[in-house]
């Protein structure tokens, strides 16, 4: 993990894309989930933890 880097994920028009902010907003969704003993709220907290990308013959990370 040391030679990781964080990247930007950014659309074709160039807006960074706020997953960050979604992911808070999953987690909180999914503290509400089990509060209502929802069975799969686990599922929901968990869901796109990480994130992969993989760099193609171009340079570019898809």
């Not at 509060?35 to 599922?43: E, N, S, T, V, W």
């Not at 929901?44 to 171009?58: M, T």
């Amino acid at each position: 993990m040391a030679n990781e880097k964080v990247l930007v994920d950014r659309s074709k028009s160039g807006k960074v894309r706020p997953w960050r902010e979604r992911k808070l907003e999953n987690l909180q969704y999914g503290d509400y989930l089990q509060i209502l003993h929802y069975k799969k709220a686990h599922r929901v907290k968990e869901c796109g933890e990480v994130l992969r990308f993989v760099e193609d013959e171009q340079g570019h990370k898809n």
